[in-house]
């Protein structure tokens, strides 16, 4: 299985402010990540897939890069809705794998 | 507006079985591979199932392979997840999910809590 290792687990930032997450596969994946935004009593959202594609609706804030094994999230001028958890997954081949998650707290 | 409504969880003895469902609404279902992602408590998120959009095809990870069995019916746009010999380290939510072309969820339920302990 493909590991998938994200850091930092936990991130303070202030809005306004720019955060960047890591995602590292444990074998290349080509360009095909997907991250996610998680948030209590919402659903589960697609944010960018395939390296750096932005899922219809994501804001232009949100930017993907990388490829191989080596990508990173970038959320540029924070808003406060952006604060929560954020999964990296591989869909590059099965079994699915997903990272383990950065919390992104007010700081 | 694409809807994915979970239901079916809740308390269950190590052994048991249980079935989830999934109730799909807001586009065509048989159109899509659909799949189940599951998360213990205070866990990151797990792959567990996927069924291809005819259900001729499914496909599962290690671990529940030979206990869980993903099913859909067409015609009720309705997805199943029938888990058998439920063992304490499946507690978990489960989430409904479409799965996109290429092999990502793009829509997800709000998710459903299922607990094995006696």
């Known amino acids: 299985d493909v590991q998938m290792t994200q850091s930092p687990s936990n991130l303070a930032a202030s809005p306004g402010e720019s955060v960047s997450i890591n995602c590292k596969a444990s074998?290349?994946?080509?360009?095909?990540l997907a991250w996610y935004q998680q948030k209590p009593g919402k659903a589960n959202k697609l944010l960018i897939y395939?390296?750096?594609t932005l899922q219809s609706g994501t804001p232009s804030r949100f930017s993907g890069s990388g490829s191989g094994t080596d990508f990173t999230l970038t959320i540029r001028n924070l808003e406060p809705e952006d604060f929560g958890l954020y999964y990296c997954?591989?869909?590059?081949?099965?079994?699915?794998?997903f990272g383990g998650g950065t919390k992104l707290e007010l700081k | 507006e694409v809807q994915l409504v979970e239901s079916g969880g809740g308390l269950v003895q190590p052994g048991r079985s249980m079935k989830l469902s999934c109730a799909a609404s807001?586009?065509?279902?048989?159109?899509?591979?659909m799949a189940w992602v599951c998360q213990a408590p205070k866990k990151g998120l797990e792959w567990v199932a996927t069924?291809?959009?005819?259900?001729?095809?499914?496909y599962y990870r290690d671990s529940v392979k030979g206990r869980f069995t993903i099913s859909r019916d067409n015609a009720k746009s309705t997805l199943y997840l029938q888990m058998d010999s439920l063992r304490s380290e499946d507690t978990a939510t489960y989430y409904c999910?479409?799965?996109?072309?290429?092999?990502?969820?793009?829509?997800w339920g709000q998710g459903v809590m299922v607990t094995v302990s006696s």
């Open positions: 074998k290349s994946i080509s360009k095909y």
């Open positions: 999910a479409r799965v996109a072309a290429i092999s990502l969820f793009d829509y």
């Open positions: 807001g586009f065509t279902f048989n159109n899509y591979d």
């Open positions: 395939s390296g750096s």
């Open positions: 069924i291809s959009y005819d259900g001729s095809s499914t």
């Open positions: 997954q591989q869909h590059n081949e099965y079994p699915w794998t």
